[in-house]
């Protein structure tokens, strides 16, 4: 494994500058790009791996902003619901018990596979545990990526604060049997969380040459403690680690800052000094401009998942007001549960698409580049990675997907940017490499056994069925009191809609 590769013949997509290659090859030596476009001879070892990508467009390997991988084995599982609501199922308050560490595996090995056949080359994981963190959970996640042969930077999304502190009303909703048994349910603190990174970063960090990595992650500022906050930060300052937050998805969060906190969650973060160019920050639906201003100054990233966001109902994030602001955007599917698939094409569609109901005016609508900008370039700047990603240029990694140009996504070819981002679905992608490394090879995955894991996960399937059926009784008996609090934070007016407009 020399990471040492030479793609032939290609239109290039690079990014970068010259955008557009009409035919030229890419040279990757040791995972590195070291050259596009005209390959001088003298650059050739002998004996290099050739790849003829003649009649193929390569791009750079998507880059998946956001992901909670431990819902990958729940696609399809539910009807739609408000985030609140849908939580009782993604991360039952009342759990008692984990799954176990191959079940880790399987289901973060099933979303690779799926990442990686659609050409998706980089995956942010905020991986939450249920109900509690262990290095064997830690392991099994990251193990799977490395098999996988992607590039994966993957945080530990773990509240610790009580579940019914998490939303306003619900302490004074909640009869005290059900607050006693949430008191009672596993919490980690800070200390056992923080031994818990120290694990992370010493095990995995920089593994597989750099291709592994970790991030930081509080799942949201309204769900830890300050302390654990503040000491999460601080790591993410010491080792230059992404810093995962979830800010105002949803209205009812907007609501909790008026009732908990007298301030927006976004002014929270900054008046703790805790909100800076590290912190990829989740969503941000429902913030206003005074939001927008202060997440622009930090130089933080927004992750944007359409597709998510409209499943749950969440509303329409403020995308023209953003960018305009000069806020650094990128877009992630969010989890399987919610997205029901890993499919980064639907989503730049959807991104493209959605907000045109946001604005009379046309001209202000997504365009294709900028789409193409967030998808790449956000992504990137999220990764934080040493080696640059997101582009075809000398110097960044070698992380690349061919598409065919004869199909009917391209077929006839009139503008690229636009068919990447209206016509493409995934279905196109052929060959798929990281770091120099092929791991797709026309359309077969090089790298895990497709077929064994499939197998294993569907010969789950009954005990799998028979957790949903406990998740769906524990969740009927506590779905009263969380639809009461998600109805009184509709009702209660903030000043702002991200329902329906950009108000």
Same mark, same amino acid.
């Given at each position: 494994?020399?990471?040492?590769?030479? %793609? !032939?013949g290609a239109r290039i997509l690079t990014m970068d500058a010259p955008r557009h290659i009409d035919a030229g090859d890419i040279l990757v030596r040791g995972g590195r790009i070291a050259a596009v476009g005209d390959v001088p001879a003298g650059l050739l070892p002998d =004996? %290099?791996?050739t790849l003829d990508a003649r009649g193929k467009l390569a791009v750079p390997g998507l880059i998946n902003a956001h992901v909670? @991988? $431990?819902?990958?084995?729940?696609?399809g599982c539910l009807d739609g619901y408000p985030l609140e609501v849908f939580m009782l199922?993604? /991360? $039952?308050? #009342?759990?008692?018990?984990?799954?176990g560490a191959r079940l880790a595996y399987?289901?973060?090995? #099933?979303?690779? %596979?799926?990442m990686l056949k659609l050409g998706i080359t980089t995956v942010l994981d905020d991986a939450f545990y249920v109900p509690t963190v262990t290095p064997d959970a830690i392991d099994a996640v990251m193990a799977a990526y490395r098999d996988s042969g992607m590039r994966a930077t993957m945080a530990l999304d773990q509240p610790n604060i009580v579940e019914y502190d998490k939303q306003p009303f619900l302490a004074e909703l909640i009869p005290p049997a059900i607050r006693a048994r949430m008191d009672a349910a596993p919490r980690q603190s800070a200390d056992e969380l923080m031994a818990c990174y120290a694990h992370l970063v010493a095990r995995w960090h920089g593994a597989e040459a750099g291709r592994l990595g970790a991030a930081v992650s509080c799942s949201a500022p309204h769900r830890v403690t300050r302390d654990y906050f503040e000491r999460l930060s601080a790591l993410s300052r010491e080792r230059d680690l992404p810093f995962f937050v979830h800010i105002l998805e949803t209205k009812t969060q907007r609501v909790f800052g008026e009732e908990k906190l007298g301030k927006s969650l976004v002014r929270y973060v900054h008046d703790l000094g805790l909100l800076d160019e590290r912190m990829l920050v989740m969503h941000a639906i429902w913030v206003d401009d005074a939001d927008i201003e202060l997440l622009a100054r930090s130089g933080c990233t927004v992750s944007h998942? $359409?597709?998510?966001?409209?499943?749950?109902? @969440?509303? %329409?994030? $403020?995308? !023209? !007001?953003?960018?305009?602001?000069? /806020?650094?955007l990128a877009l992630g599917t969010d989890e399987a549960t919610v997205d029901d698939t890993h499919n980064l094409w639907l989503v730049a569609k959807s991104a493209a698409l959605v907000h045109t109901l946001t604005r009379t005016d046309y001209r202000d609508w997504p365009k294709a580049p900028e789409i193409l900008d967030a998808l790449y370039g956000g992504g990137a700047r999220a990764a934080r990675r040493s080696v640059p990603l997101g582009r075809l240029a000398v110097g960044a990694a070698g992380d690349v997907a061919l598409l065919d140009l004869a199909t009917t996504t391209f077929t006839p070819l009139n503008d690229l940017d636009r068919q990447l981002v209206y016509?493409?679905?995934?279905?196109?992608?052929?060959? *798929? *490499? *990281?770091? =120099?490394?092929? /791991? *797709?090879?026309? =359309?077969k995955l090089l790298t895990l056994d497709e077929a064994a894991i499939l197998a294993e996960v569907a010969a789950l399937a009954p005990a799998l069925a028979a957790g949903m059926a406990d998740l769906r009784r524990e969740a009927a008996e506590l779905e009263p009191y969380y639809r009461e609090v998600y109805q009184r934070a509709m009702a209660r007016d903030v000043g702002?809609? !991200?329902?329906?407009?950009? =108000?």
């Amino acid at each position: 494994m020399t990471g040492d590769l030479l %793609i !032939r013949g290609a239109r290039i997509l690079t990014m970068d500058a010259p955008r557009h290659i009409d035919a030229g090859d890419i040279l990757v030596r040791g995972g590195r790009i070291a050259a596009v476009g005209d390959v001088p001879a003298g650059l050739l070892p002998d =004996g %290099i791996r050739t790849l003829d990508a003649r009649g193929k467009l390569a791009v750079p390997g998507l880059i998946n902003a956001h992901v909670h @991988s $431990p819902g990958n084995l729940m696609r399809g599982c539910l009807d739609g619901y408000p985030l609140e609501v849908f939580m009782l199922y993604e /991360v $039952p308050p #009342l759990a008692a018990e984990g799954q176990g560490a191959r079940l880790a595996y399987l289901r973060t090995a #099933l979303g690779a %596979i799926e990442m990686l056949k659609l050409g998706i080359t980089t995956v942010l994981d905020d991986a939450f545990y249920v109900p509690t963190v262990t290095p064997d959970a830690i392991d099994a996640v990251m193990a799977a990526y490395r098999d996988s042969g992607m590039r994966a930077t993957m945080a530990l999304d773990q509240p610790n604060i009580v579940e019914y502190d998490k939303q306003p009303f619900l302490a004074e909703l909640i009869p005290p049997a059900i607050r006693a048994r949430m008191d009672a349910a596993p919490r980690q603190s800070a200390d056992e969380l923080m031994a818990c990174y120290a694990h992370l970063v010493a095990r995995w960090h920089g593994a597989e040459a750099g291709r592994l990595g970790a991030a930081v992650s509080c799942s949201a500022p309204h769900r830890v403690t300050r302390d654990y906050f503040e000491r999460l930060s601080a790591l993410s300052r010491e080792r230059d680690l992404p810093f995962f937050v979830h800010i105002l998805e949803t209205k009812t969060q907007r609501v909790f800052g008026e009732e908990k906190l007298g301030k927006s969650l976004v002014r929270y973060v900054h008046d703790l000094g805790l909100l800076d160019e590290r912190m990829l920050v989740m969503h941000a639906i429902w913030v206003d401009d005074a939001d927008i201003e202060l997440l622009a100054r930090s130089g933080c990233t927004v992750s944007h998942n $359409p597709v998510c966001n409209l499943r749950l109902g @969440s509303g %329409i994030m $403020p995308w !023209r !007001r953003m960018r305009d602001a000069g /806020v650094h955007l990128a877009l992630g599917t969010d989890e399987a549960t919610v997205d029901d698939t890993h499919n980064l094409w639907l989503v730049a569609k959807s991104a493209a698409l959605v907000h045109t109901l946001t604005r009379t005016d046309y001209r202000d609508w997504p365009k294709a580049p900028e789409i193409l900008d967030a998808l790449y370039g956000g992504g990137a700047r999220a990764a934080r990675r040493s080696v640059p990603l997101g582009r075809l240029a000398v110097g960044a990694a070698g992380d690349v997907a061919l598409l065919d140009l004869a199909t009917t996504t391209f077929t006839p070819l009139n503008d690229l940017d636009r068919q990447l981002v209206y016509c493409e679905t995934g279905s196109s992608v052929r060959d *798929v *490499v *990281v770091g =120099g490394e092929l /791991v *797709v090879e026309n =359309g077969k995955l090089l790298t895990l056994d497709e077929a064994a894991i499939l197998a294993e996960v569907a010969a789950l399937a009954p005990a799998l069925a028979a957790g949903m059926a406990d998740l769906r009784r524990e969740a009927a008996e506590l779905e009263p009191y969380y639809r009461e609090v998600y109805q009184r934070a509709m009702a209660r007016d903030v000043g702002l809609d !991200r329902r329906s407009r950009d =108000g």
